[in-house]
C-alpha cells in the first residue's frame, strides 16, 4: 500500500470524528490531518481516543483563509482531501444564510484551488472528495427516491449553499480535470451528535424533561443512516469510486418525524426505569420550519452494486444505541450545550 497523506476537513465535527477514527486506525501507514475551525459544532473530545496517534496531526484553521490553506498544502503536499467541513444546520441557515455561504460555497471554492494548485502538474492517484446531502435534491412526495441523476433543487439556504459547493467541485472537475467524487447523504444519527439536530435534540431533552418539539404536522420523513455506517461508505468511495462520480449514499430507514420521537421515549422510558408511556407526556407540536421539505429518502442502488456498500445495522438497534451513548456520555453533553448553544436553543424554541 502506498503511503498516503489525507487532508479531512471538518474531523472535529459529528460525522468527521468518525471519518477521522476510521482512518487513523484503519490505516497506520497513511498520515491523516485534521482540519478544523474548531466552531460551536466543533469539539476534539470528540476524537480523545485517537489525538495522540502517531499518523494523526491536528490543525486548527479555516478553509476560507486562502493563506492558511496555501500554507497548510505546501507543508503536507497531501494526496488526497476528504471534506466535510461545513455549516451543517438548516435552523441556522435560516436565521443566517451568509454564513453558509461563506463556509459551503466560497470555503470549498478555496480548498479546490489549493488542491487544484498543488496537483496542477501531477493529478497520478490524487483526489478531492466532496461529502454532501440529500438534501440538494428537495423535497418528495409520498412516493419516489433520489438517484444519482435526480435533478437538483435545494430549498433551504443550507441546501442551497451545499448545492452550490457540488456544482462548483464538479465544474472543477469539467474545467480542470481536477480528479474528484462526490457522495450524497441522507441524515446521519449515532455518538457525538450535537444536540441541535432532532435525535440527540429529544434524547437530551426526554433526559432533562423538557418538551419534545416536533415541527408542523410531525410527518415530515426523513432516512435515517447511522453514522459510522456513512464512515464506511466514504472510505469505499475515497478508494475504489470513480473520478467524476456521484453515489447516493442511505439507510434504507425511512421515519416520520412523530413515529422517530415516539420510538426515542419508548427507548428512553426503557433506558431510564420509567414507566411505558412516560416520555410520550413531554411530546409539544410546535411551529413549522419555513420551507420544510416534506420527505427525502434514498435509491442507493449504485453505491450497493458498484461498491459492495450496505449499511450494517437496524433502526432500532442504532437508536437504542445512540441513547445509551448520550446517557453514559453525560459530560459530553454538558460541555456541549453550554454557552452558544443555550443562546441558540433560546431563540429557537421561545
Ligand atoms: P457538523 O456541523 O457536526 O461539523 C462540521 C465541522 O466543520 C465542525 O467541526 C466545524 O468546526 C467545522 N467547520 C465549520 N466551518 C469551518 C470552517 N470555515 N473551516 C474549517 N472547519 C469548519 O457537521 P456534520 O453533521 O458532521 O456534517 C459534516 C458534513 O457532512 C457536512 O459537509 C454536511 O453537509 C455533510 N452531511 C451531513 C449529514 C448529516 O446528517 N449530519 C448528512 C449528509 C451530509
Ligand atoms: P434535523 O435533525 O434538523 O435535520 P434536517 O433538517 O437536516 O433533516 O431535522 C430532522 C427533521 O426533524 C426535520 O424534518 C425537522 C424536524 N425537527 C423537529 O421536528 N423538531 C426539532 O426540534 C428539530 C431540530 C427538527
Redo the contacts with the bound molecule.
Keep these: 500500500m502506498t503511503k498516503s497523506t489525507l487532508l479531512i476537513?471538518?474531523?472535529?465535527?459529528?460525522?468527521?470524528?468518525h471519518v477521522v477514527r476510521l482512518f487513523v486506525n484503519k490505516y497506520p501507514e497513511y498520515r491523516i490531518v485534521n482540519?478544523?475551525?474548531?466552531?460551536?459544532?466543533?469539539?476534539l473530545e470528540n476524537l480523545r481516543d485517537v489525538e495522540y496517534a502517531p499518523n494523526y496531526t491536528f490543525e486548527k484553521?479555516?478553509?476560507?483563509?486562502t493563506p492558511f490553506l496555501q500554507t497548510l498544502f505546501e507543508k503536507y503536499r497531501f494526496d488526497g482531501v476528504i471534506?466535510?467541513?461545513?455549516?451543517?444546520?438548516v435552523d441556522r441557515s435560516i436565521s443566517n444564510p451568509e454564513s453558509f455561504v461563506?463556509?459551503?460555497v466560497l470555503?470549498t471554492v478555496k480548498l479546490l484551488n489549493a488542491a487544484r494548485n498543488l496537483w496542477k502538474n501531477d493529478r497520478e492517484g490524487k483526489r478531492f472528495y466532496q461529502?454532501?446531502?440529500?438534501?440538494v435534491y428537495g423535497s418528495l412526495g409520498e412516493e419516489g427516491y433520489f438517484t444519482e441523476e435526480t435533478r437538483y433543487d435545494p430549498r433551504s439556504p443550507?441546501s442551497a449553499s451545499?448545492a452550490a459547493s457540488d456544482h462548483f467541485v464538479r465544474a472543477y472537475f469539467h474545467t480542470y480535470n481536477l480528479p474528484v467524487v462526490l457522495s450524497?447523504?441522507?441524515?446521519?444519527?449515532g455518538p457525538n451528535?450535537?444536540p441541535e439536530?432532532l435525535i440527540p435534540l429529544i434524547i437530551n431533552n426526554i433526559r432533562e424533561g423538557k418538551p419534545l418539539p416536533v415541527y408542523g404536522d410531525g410527518k415530515y420523513t426523513r432516512d435515517w443512516?447511522w453514522?459510522k455506517d456513512?464512515a464506511s461508505a466514504i472510505d469505499a468511495i475515497f478508494h475504489k469510486g470513480r473520478t467524476g462520480e456521484t453515489y447516493n449514499?442511505g439507510g434504507n430507514n425511512e421515519w416520520k418525524n412523530i413515529d422517530l420521537v415516539e420510538k426515542l421515549c419508548d427507548i428512553m422510558d426503557e433506558l431510564l426505569g420509567k414507566p411505558p408511556g412516560a416520555s410520550r407526556q413531554l411530546i409539544t407540536f410546535v411551529k413549522d420550519r419555513p420551507g420544510h421539505d416534506r420527505r427525502y429518502a434514498i435509491d442507493a442502488t449504485k453505491i450497493k452494486t458498484e461498491l459492495g456498500w450496505e449499511p450494517s445495522i437496524r433502526a432500532e438497534e442504532g437508536f437504542r444505541e445512540t441513547a445509551k451513548w448520550y446517557l453514559e456520555n453525560e459530560a459530553w453533553l454538558q460541555h456541549v450545550v453550554s454557552g452558544e448553544y443555550q443562546r441558540f436553543y433560546e431563540q429557537q424554541y421561545r
Aim: hydrophobic share 30%; net charge negative; aromatic share 10%.
Design positions: 476537513t471538518g474531523g472535529a465535527g459529528f460525522i468527521g470524528s482540519l478544523d475551525a474548531l466552531t460551536y459544532a466543533g469539539n484553521g479555516d478553509i476560507t483563509d471534506h466535510l467541513a461545513a455549516e451543517s444546520h461563506e463556509t459551503n470555503g461529502v454532501s446531502t440529500d438534501e443550507y451545499k450524497n447523504c441522507s441524515n446521519n444519527y451528535h450535537f439536530k443512516l453514522v456513512h449514499i
